[in-house]
């Protein structure tokens, strides 16, 4: 039963708890069993009040805006950059070890990056900043696969298209796609619904993500190569992406093309990938058998198909993957960094 | 007016004039006054007898089982493979030149494959086999751009992700998208509709199009590296894809990434591309100012943007392009190409 009445176990508090992130993080403490002696749930203002359940008791959520972290261990922010800028280092001043879901701090050099199956020993102890930052939810998955690559041929570059689900601008983004989907079944010529989305994602893709830096690429793309680098603590490492909005509700997936310094053996690539934690490959023969969004199975794996050597060049393959951008790019990301913090006795 | 009484114009048959790209065929062939001195639309028993008007004139559909090309300058044929692969041959022994929308005799030697924009000068003389091949759909605006990229900096390799329409799949393709999304919508744990498509396309995408290979890669993918080397007549060009089906109705996308012999300069890059003909570069420096399917505009016209080269490779650049595949893709190269014959007199 995870919630104890035990003093070593954490207190915890959820900021975010109503959104997308942070209703798969309730979900993924009561699957995993993940115990905690006190749990706070913390919102806007527009949700303060509102009853949530929890492993069925009801919580009544907080209002961040007075919320104390004096008796809070260990605080999951998922409620965007602007608050989690505003709002962790009030945090960490009042005592609590913030795991942090959005881009605030990721680049932080006192804020350790950590996808637990890359760079647990990363959370040996409580970092300078106070602070553990999740990465981007593109970035995870395919860390997890570059570590291995890596280890055994050497990157010397990858290039990366990325096919990105609607949930990764939270509820909104699935309600406006649902909708927008909506509108333009009934009228084709309906330029759809575009808030959240510009234009709207209805039977559209949008090449850009997040805002456009002075290079050219976007804020998206910058992530996936410096968050890689920082997290495989390879500051050389040379990966370039598109970052690219497609109308899938939820789950992304990535087109990798990885040139490496020797000769892949396309066999021992699919065994050191399907020998990775948590990580399925799919590589049975007939068409079909490749991971899809919908269909790929299990959203606690990383799932990868379609592994194959080039035949103009015998040191570069290509890969795809599916990951559940809102558990294995966020909510399960952070809980198993919160997880190894106890198992380390950190928390 | 098109239909002239002028025997030097040619008298032509579509094959497959009541599918996707035949329709869009005598769209075409309407608005950009081609002449003929006769037409005659040609398709399976299924649509045999049907009316279907032609610039206010009702044609009554031939079966092409029984159909007769000796009286047909110029046949298009849009009606699969198989059925190019039976009924082509026929078709130039009755004296007919054969522009062909299918992969069936692309990689003939005999048989040039041309995209107007590129080497029309195949079109110089009527072919030994009595074929033009019309490239692949995502082949041709990608063969339109790197045919400046080549001449200027010299193509070292091409690594290509795309997402491919559902109009790719002909009219049963957009209407199993569109029926999928609607059952999805209804039901989101529902598996979709999935008869053309494997998975259901609706709000998934599909890493997988056309037949897979020995090597892994998809027979589409393997057209984008033979095709582009053929179109371009550089047999070492090194282009490797990604081909993903996506839920669009219409228009194909693509991320190129694409690195040169030479380090290129993005200014001038955006010129050389923005010169070509019936080229749009979208490249104003908002957010937003990007083509997607749905808001490209001119669906005559390839339109490219996001175009940035790379910080860590200066040799290396990115491109998003989107086009009609339908029209770019399809019905328009074809009618080019018979424009261009016309042009030269071998029509
Ligand atoms: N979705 C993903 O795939 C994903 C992946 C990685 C990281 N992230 C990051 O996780 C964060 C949350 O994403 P999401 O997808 O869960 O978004 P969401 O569904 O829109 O939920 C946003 C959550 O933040 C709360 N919130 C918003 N403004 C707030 C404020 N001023 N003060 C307190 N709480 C506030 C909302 O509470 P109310 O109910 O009161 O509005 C809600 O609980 C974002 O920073 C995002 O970048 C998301
Ligand atoms: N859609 C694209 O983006 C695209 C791009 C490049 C190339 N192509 C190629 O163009 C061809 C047609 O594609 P589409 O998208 O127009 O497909 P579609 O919408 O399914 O139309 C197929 C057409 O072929 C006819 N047809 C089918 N089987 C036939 C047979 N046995 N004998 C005579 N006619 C037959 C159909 O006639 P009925 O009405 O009698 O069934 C219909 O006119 C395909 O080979 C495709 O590979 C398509």
Same mark, same amino acid.
């Given at each position: 039963?995870?919630?104890? =009445?035990?003093?070593?176990?954490?207190?915890?508090?959820?900021?975010?708890?109503?959104?997308?992130?942070?209703?798969?993080?309730?979900?993924?403490?009561? *699957?995993?069993?993940?115990?905690?002696?006190?749990? !706070?749930?913390?919102?806007?203002? +527009?949700?303060?009040?509102?009853?949530?359940?929890?492993?069925?008791? &009801?919580?009544?959520?907080?209002?961040? !805006?007075?919320?104390?972290?004096?008796?809070?261990?260990?605080?999951?922010?998922?409620?965007?950059?602007?608050?989690?800028?505003?709002?962790? %280092?009030?945090?960490?001043?009042?005592?609590?070890?913030?795991? $942090?879901?959005?881009?605030?701090? +990721?680049?932080?050099?006192? /804020?350790?990056?950590?996808?637990?199956?890359? =760079?647990?020993?990363?959370?040996?102890?409580?970092?300078?900043?106070?602070?553990?930052?999740?990465? =981007? @939810?593109?970035?995870?998955?395919?860390?997890?696969?570059?570590?291995?690559?890596?280890?055994?041929?050497?990157?010397?570059?990858?290039?990366?298209?990325?096919?990105?689900?609607?949930?990764?601008?939270?509820?909104?983004?699935? &309600? *406006?796609?649902?909708?927008?989907? +909506?509108?333009?079944?009934? $009228? %084709?010529?309906? %330029?759809?619904?575009?808030?959240?989305?510009?234009?709207?994602?209805?039977?559209?893709?949008? %090449?850009?993500?997040?805002?456009?830096? $002075?290079?050219?690429?976007?804020?998206?793309?910058?992530?996936?190569?410096?968050?890689?680098?920082?997290?495989?603590?390879?500051?050389?490492?040379?990966? /370039?992406?598109? @970052?690219?909005?497609?109308?899938?509700?939820?789950?992304?997936?990535?087109?990798?093309?990885?040139? @490496?310094?020797?000769?892949?053996?396309? !066999?021992?690539?699919?065994?050191?990938?399907?020998?990775?934690?948590?990580?399925?490959?799919?590589?049975?023969? *007939?068409?079909?058998?490749?991971?899809?969004?919908? /269909?790929?199975? !299990?959203?606690?794996?990383?799932?990868?198909? +379609?592994?194959?050597? /080039?035949?103009?060049?015998?040191?570069?393959?290509?890969?795809?993957?599916?990951?559940? =951008?809102?558990?294995?790019?966020?909510?399960?990301?952070?809980?198993?960094?919160?997880?190894?913090?106890?198992?380390?006795?950190?928390?």
């Amino acid at each position: 039963m995870p919630l104890v =009445n035990d003093t070593t176990a954490p207190r915890i508090a959820l900021v975010g708890a109503t959104g997308v992130v942070g209703t798969t993080l309730i979900q993924l403490i009561e *699957e995993r069993g993940f115990r905690y002696r006190a749990i !706070d749930l913390v919102a806007s203002a +527009r949700s303060a009040g509102r009853e949530v359940s929890v492993e069925g008791r &009801d919580h009544r959520v907080h209002d961040l !805006d007075g919320f104390d972290f004096s008796r809070t261990d260990v605080a999951f922010f998922s409620a965007g950059g602007s608050v989690s800028t505003t709002w962790v %280092p009030k945090a960490v001043a009042q005592g609590a070890l913030v795991i $942090d879901n959005t881009s605030a701090f +990721r680049m932080d050099p006192a /804020t350790p990056l950590v996808v637990p199956q890359v =760079n647990a020993h990363e959370l040996e102890q409580r970092p300078a900043s106070g602070i553990i930052a999740n990465p =981007n @939810c593109s970035t995870i998955p395919l860390v997890r696969l570059l570590r291995a690559v890596e280890d055994r041929w050497g990157i010397r570059q990858a290039v990366v298209s990325t096919y990105q689900a609607a949930s990764g601008a939270g509820y909104s983004g699935i &309600d *406006e796609l649902r909708e927008g989907v +909506r509108t333009v079944l009934e $009228d %084709p010529d309906s %330029p759809g619904v575009s808030k959240t989305f510009s234009p709207s994602l209805a039977f559209d893709v949008i %090449p850009s993500i997040d805002r456009r830096l $002075d290079d050219g690429f976007t804020f998206e793309e910058q992530k996936m190569l410096q968050e890689s680098r920082k997290i495989l603590g390879l500051p050389h490492l040379d990966i /370039t992406a598109t @970052c690219v909005r497609v109308p899938v509700v939820n789950s992304h997936s990535e087109a990798a093309w990885i040139e @490496c310094d020797a000769p892949v053996d396309r !066999d021992e690539l699919v065994r050191a990938l399907a020998a990775l934690d948590e990580v399925t490959v799919h590589d049975r023969e *007939e068409l079909g058998a490749f991971p899809t969004p919908r /269909t790929a199975g !299990d959203p606690n794996r990383v799932h990868v198909g +379609r592994i194959r050597v /080039t035949r103009t060049n015998p040191r570069a393959f290509w890969l795809w993957a599916v990951a559940d =951008n809102v558990r294995i790019g966020a909510a399960l990301n952070a809980l198993q960094i919160a997880e190894a913090l106890v198992e380390r006795g950190v928390l």
